[in-house]
């Protein structure tokens, strides 16, 4: 963040000639990492967070504003009010039972922050060159650039915990745990969504429905659609249609049929394979290929992202590591509905689909795609699924017809590959290959 705030400094008073250092100071809150927090021990959750939290405590020069802090069980689902109040206590227990507030920047005059900071500044700078070079940010998102530079990074830290080279407690090193009193309740350690809600929420969409004015709605509609096939502001129409009562599914699906729908680059048309290297990953592609050819052509996987979530990560890992291992991947993005889904799986002839939902709507969202998929005959396609899912719904997937599950304690995507090519051998009758050495 000291890095950050000298860039944006410069770049106000160079680019912008903002004089007043005053109006240069950039106001921000942070949230510490929370895509390093862990399913496994998630208890350590807390350090990390607290580690986390120290950086911009004891950096006054990085200028926070404000901190806000996940919890302890991030990685396992919604937090509950206690565990909320855990990550609020965090903050207070610094604020009030030491003097870290006390004091200016303490970091000043360290030739290490101070080194760490250049460094950080010049490879910000570099990348700020590159995509100027580009022709811009708008032309190096539509490249597909920024997403695949995204990809790239996690692709290098999921490796690197692969291969141990960097180290997570509990997820790589020291796995061994005594039982744990946080989570091994049976009504699991997070917030439980009533199921009531949703239904409180339709029921309240069809009232609103059922009460405004049919010709109001289509008349703010039709302004709506005139005003987006004009270059007229569509803002007054949009209010327009607020006032009518137009949902924002309708406004939405209004501006679709104009404008279409924008589908961003995955970023996963990258690679980490060292070619040559003797690795579990090889081991992998050869397992891969073998069943390839005993099926009479490579083997083929569909990379499902299901429902209005928008996380990712997952999907596009496992994307880039299935090809890294020799799979065909189709993978088209964010957002699928389970038709799209299902009619993808039938036109690419895929022996697998993988489902990645981080959203807590798996359950929904997953009887739907196999409804789906049976009515296009595809009854015999095994399907895996991956994300947040807690683990009492496991058997309940299961007996939807899911192969197998993953979740964020699965690191090991080797693993996870090894596994896919075996339910893949056993929708065809072929005997397992047994775990990845
Ligand atoms: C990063 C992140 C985000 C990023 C996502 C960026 C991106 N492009 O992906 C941002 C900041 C955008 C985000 C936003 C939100 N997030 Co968020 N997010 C996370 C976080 C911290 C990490 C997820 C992640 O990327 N993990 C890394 C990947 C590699 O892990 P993974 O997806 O779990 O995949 C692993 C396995 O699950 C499995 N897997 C996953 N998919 C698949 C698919 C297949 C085929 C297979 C075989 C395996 C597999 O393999 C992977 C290997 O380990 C999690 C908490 C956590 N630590 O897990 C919350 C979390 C998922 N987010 C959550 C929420 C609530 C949100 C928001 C709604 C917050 C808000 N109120 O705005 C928004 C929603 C945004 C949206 N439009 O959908 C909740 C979901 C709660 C739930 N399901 O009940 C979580 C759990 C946090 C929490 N505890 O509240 N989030």
Known sequence: MRAFTRLWDELMEKRYGVTDPKLRRFRYG?????????????????????????????????????????????????????DQQWALRIQQVIAYETDLLEYGDIFDGSPVILAKTGALVDGARAELERVEQMGGMIAA????????????????????????????????RFQETAESPLTGRAEGAFLKVDP??????????????????????????????????????????????????????????????????YRAPTGIDISTRVPGAKDREALLVDRVKATGRELGRPLKMLVGKPGLDGHSNGAEQIAVKARDAGFEVVYDGIRLTPEQIATAALEEGVHVVGLSVLSGSHMDLVREIMDEMRARGLGGTPVVLGGIIPVEDVAGL??????????????????????????VRASHGLSSLGALA
């Open 30 to 82: 942070v949230q510490v990492n929370s895509l390093g927090l862990t399913e496994a021990q998630p208890e350590n959750n807390v350090q990390r967070i607290v580690i986390e939290m120290l950086a911009v405590v004891l950096s006054k020069d990085a200028r926070a504003r404000a901190v806000q802090l996940p919890a302890w069980n991030e990685a396992l689902g919604l937090p509950r009010p206690w």
């Open 398 to 423: 299961r007996t939807m017809g899911v192969s197998a599950v993953y979740t964020p304690k699965d690191a090991d995507l080797n693993r996870i590959i090894g596994e896919i090519v075996d339910v």
């Open 141 to 172: 998102v539509e490249s597909g650039y920024v997403k695949r530079e995204l990809v790239r990074s996690h692709t290098e830290r999921l490796r690197a915990i692969e291969r141990g080279d960097i180290t997570i407690v509990g997820v790589n």
């Open 196 to 261: 009531v809600a949703e239904r409180d929420q339709i029921e309240r969409l069809r009232a609103l429905r059922a009460k405004r004015n049919a010709d109001d709605v289509s008349a703010a509609l039709r302004g709506l659609t005139d005003a987006a096939r004009s270059t007229e502001n569509v803002m007054p129409a949009s209010i327009r249609c607020a006032h009518a009562g137009v949902t924002t599914g309708e406004w939405g699906d209004a501006l679709r049929k104009i404008f279409g729908e």
